[in-house]
């Protein structure tokens, strides 16, 4: 089961990152369900989550589903 850690979260929003292409690409398979049961743990959540606050920007969960 892969499982997608906050460093991938930010270099696919982070086009100045140097994991931006890769995170991309890993992201496109991800949605073309190329990679299946995919993992986010929810501490990569709440650390991105605290890292956007953090800048000033706020997070909505309107369209977030849950198993």
Same mark, same amino acid.
């Given at each position: 089961?892969? @499982?997608?850690?906050?460093?991938?979260? $930010?270099?696919? @929003?982070?086009?100045?990152?140097?994991?931006?292409?890769?995170?991309?690409?890993?992201?496109?398979?991800?949605?073309?369900?190329?990679?299946?049961? @995919?993992? $986010?743990?929810?501490?990569?959540?709440?650390?991105?989550?605290?890292?956007?606050?953090?800048?000033?920007?706020? @997070?909505?969960?309107?369209?977030?589903?849950?198993?």
């Amino acid at each position: 089961m892969p @499982v997608i850690e906050l460093g991938m979260l $930010i270099a696919l @929003v982070n086009r100045r990152d140097r994991l931006h292409e890769i995170s991309r690409k890993l992201f496109k398979k991800i949605i073309g369900g190329e990679l299946k049961n @995919v993992v $986010i743990p929810t501490s990569a959540l709440l650390e991105y989550e605290l890292i956007l606050k953090s800048r000033g920007y706020r @997070v909505l969960y309107e369209n977030m589903q849950y198993p």
